[in-house]
Each structure stands twice: as C-alpha cells, then as structure tokens.
C-alpha cells in the first residue's frame, strides 16, 4: 500500500511559473530598472566571473526592493561590485565596453577564476577517495563517518547565492564534483563500513525530480547498508523554491522517499541554509516545513555569517528563536570560507566570534544546538571558542568540532591574537609554539 503524506489543497499555496535568471537575462528583470546604470552595470561585470542564477519567487516574495541595495535577500543572491578585487573588476569591464564575441568573455572570465581558490581547504587534494584503485570524482570523504555525494543531476540551484564556496560547482565542468552512478556510490559505501553518514550535496540535490533522488536513496534501505545511520541533503530550496515540497508535480513522491527512508530506521536530515531570517517569512515556507516534519525528517539550519548580509546578532538570535519554533533544529554558524569572492563577505574571526557570542546569549538552551563560529578548513572544522588572556599573552581559543583525524577532535589549542585574520592559514601558534599539535600529521595526509 502506497504511503501518503497529508497534503493541504494546493489551491491554497498556487505555486507561480517558475522563471529564472542568469546573467545574460539580468536586463529583463523589471525590478532593476529603478537602480542607477552604474550599478547595473556593476552588476553585469560580476555576473561575468561569478555564477548568477536568481528566479522570480526570491525576486517577488523575499526582496525587499525599498531597501535595495541594502537589503539581505537582494545581496545574498545578485552580484555586487565588492566581489572583485579593482584589477579583474577593470579588466571584465573594459572587455565589455569594447567590442568583444562570448568567447573573449569565457576566457577572461575562466583567467580571472584562477585567482579566488575555487576548491579550498584540499578538496581535489585531500577529500577525494579510491575505489578500485580509481579516483572516484563525485564523491568526497574528508571525514571517517561520512562521505559527500554530488549527483551529477543537482549540480545547479534554484538561486545561486552571491558567498557560495561551491561557486566552482557552476562556472565549467572542468572546477565541478559531479557523478550520475548509483552502482559507484552504492559499492563505495558497502566496502566502507566505517560510514555513518551521506550528505547528498551540490549544488541542490533538490532540484532532482524524485525519481532521480530515489536512484541514488532508495538501495539505502537494504540490510547491507545497516551501517549507513544518517542520509543528510544540503539544500537552499526550503526559502527559494519551498513549491518542491508542496505544489510541485512529484511533491508528494518526494514526501513519501523521505518517510519511506525514515520508517526504514535512517535519521534523515534536510540540511537547511537559511542566511537570514527573512527567508522564513513567506507562508509557503512555513507548510514546507511542516510537511518535511510530518514524514519524520528532522531539519537542521546553519549559514555562515557574512559581511553585508548578516552582522546583526540580534537577527541571528531572532532567527535561531524562529527556527527552533517551528521546528527546525539551529545547527551551525559557519565562517566564510577561503575561496570566491570571500574579500567581500568575510569578517575578522574575532568579529566572528563576538556576534556569535552576542546572539547565543540571547536564546534559551533549546536554541543552543548551534555551533560556532566555526572554520570549514583543511584540517577539519575548527570552532572559535574565545578570546582569553592566558599568562600576559592575548590568544584565541581554538579546537575542533570534527577532524581529519577523529584524535583531533575537542583538543583545544592557542592561537596569537590578530585581529587582522580572518582564516586558520592566518594564524600562528602562541606561547612561542613553532606549529600547532596537528601540524605535521595534517602536512603528511
């Protein structure tokens, strides 16, 4: 007997045609032609280097158009002159205002790529593994317990958002993790028994029709993957296209795969990013979410916090309240990564670490889930604790929240107060300490 998932009419959640924008439509986006040329323009020349990818229910229902070009949503998803350094920046616009053919574009635009670190933190280095003496491109498995699967299907979002450190993901197929076998993945995880945990990522995962999701999920349930625990998808789509769960043609297929993994005893967790807490206010959203709930998923929250998006703590703690309301679980602040266009979005890691501590304050111990801040870098996620005064000495507090060697991990460690740094490459050991404890065997991986 085929299991449902109760629906509300859909009459009462009409989704709009869904309609997207790259950077050759920027100019057919109506809501535009009320800003200045220059930023336009500005606009164009980034949209050039950077993926961009918005459409029309994040344009329509979550900008606030009187506050552009402050205003979050409107940040986190259309390109802004900061992005680039001012040499690529002049460089893409004198291209643009010469007479020039789509190719002259690609290649300047693949040249100036070179420079923002399109895999950070040893992801082509480090994270991809061997099957059968083979290197498995698709998969990462950077973690003992768990390995990332990047269906080749979801290798795109409804919106691209402007901080993504999977920008990579979306500019050339030569920067993509991507992987359309379901027999690799299966073999792979049936041979590593040690793995708890897949995270389908991209990308979207969400953007697949379910009858693709179900390919790579489905086998999950059989007595020999017992020891895959948890099935996590990272997704965008709970505030940028919430109609997937809801109104859109194969919602309820989706719907009954979450419930069926779910009552085949796997934890399943919708990794939500939700950047800002203006996300949540469409009421669509909010019947996503309670529908996601209803088939026994749980969904985990985290974003990283961003220069002129983000800042406000009292916002975040807002946030956090809101999610752990409706049901979500909040789960991590992450900090900017190293790669794109981070010199506009990042923020000096005690920075970090202050707006983290000022809206943890402000939530009760049910709110409290959230890590943070916390470096996804090479070595592993490295939590900022503090900053402390420890012997006359001012230094940061460090340890890790997961590792490349599990060892590592809730080891505590001292790093010299900057307040220049923004990332771990930026640190050095204090107390006269010429490398940190996990230096050399991280060196060696």
């Not at 100019?27 to 500005?42: A, M, S, Y």
């Not at 991809?128 to 699967?149: A, M, N, S, W």
């Not at 794109?340 to 983290?356: H, M, S, T």
Request: glycine share 4%; hydrophobic share 35%; with cysteine.
């Amino acid at each position: 007997m085929q299991q449902t998932v109760k629906l509300q009419p859909v009459e009462a959640y009409k989704a709009p045609r869904f309609t997207v924008y790259q950077h050759r439509q920027i100019d057919k986006i109506e809501q535009l032609d009320k800003l200045p040329e220059h930023l336009r323009f500005e606009m164009k020349v980034v949209a050039n280097v950077f993926p961009f990818r918005v459409n029309n229910f994040v344009i329509e229902e979550l900008i606030d158009w009187d506050k552009v070009p402050n205003d979050p949503v409107f940040q986190l998803t259309f390109p802004q002159r900061g992005m680039l350094d001012d040499e690529s920046y002049d460089e893409m616009a004198a291209l643009l205002q010469r007479e020039h053919t789509p190719e002259d574009v690609f290649n300047l635009a693949t040249e100036l790529r070179q420079k923002f670190n399109a895999h950070p933190a040893g992801q082509m280095e480090k994270n991809v593994p061997e099957y059968e003496g083979e290197r498995v491109d698709g998969i990462q498995h950077k973690y003992k317990e768990t390995v990332l699967f990047f269906p080749s299907q979801g290798q795109y979002c409804h919106s691209y958002c402007t901080f993504c450190f999977r920008w990579a993901q979306f500019v050339g197929k030569a920067t993509r993790f991507n992987n359309n076998d379901e027999d690799l993945l299966h073999n792979y995880l049936a041979e590593h028994t040690e793995v708890t945990d897949l995270l389908m990522t991209g990308g979207d995962p969400m953007v697949m029709r379910t009858v693709k999701l179900r390919k790579y999920l489905e086998a999950l349930k059989e007595p020999r993957f017992d020891h895959i625990r948890t099935i996590r998808i990272g997704t965008k789509s709970l505030t940028f296209w919430p109609f997937r769960y809801v109104t859109d043609p194969d919602a309820q297929e989706l719907l009954v795969l979450l419930k069926e993994l779910v009552d085949a005893g796997k934890h399943v967790s919708i990794m939500a990013h939700i950047n800002h807490k203006q996300e949540l206010r469409t009421e669509v959203t909010k019947e996503a979410i309670r529908l996601i709930r209803q088939t026994g998923a749980q969904i985990r929250t985290q974003a990283p916090l961003l220069n002129n998006i983000n800042t406000d703590p009292k916002m975040w703690s807002e946030m956090w309240k809101e999610q752990t309301q409706m049901g979500m679980i909040p789960y991590y602040m992450f900090i900017e990564r190293d790669t794109g266009a981070k010199r506009y979005f990042e923020l000096p890691l005690y920075k970090n670490w202050e707006i983290f501590r000022e809206a943890y304050k402000e939530v009760s111990g049910v709110s409290r889930t959230v890590r943070g801040p916390s470096m996804s870098a090479g070595p592993g996620k490295v939590e900022v604790s503090g900053v402390s005064e420890i012997n006359g000495e001012k230094v940061f507090v460090l340890r890790f929240i997961q590792a490349r060697n599990p060892d590592w991990v809730q080891r505590p460690f001292f790093a010299k107060y900057d307040e220049k740094a923004t990332w771990l490459d930026g640190l050095v050991p204090a107390f006269g300490e010429e490398k940190f404890f996990w230096q050399d065997e991280y060196d060696a991986m």
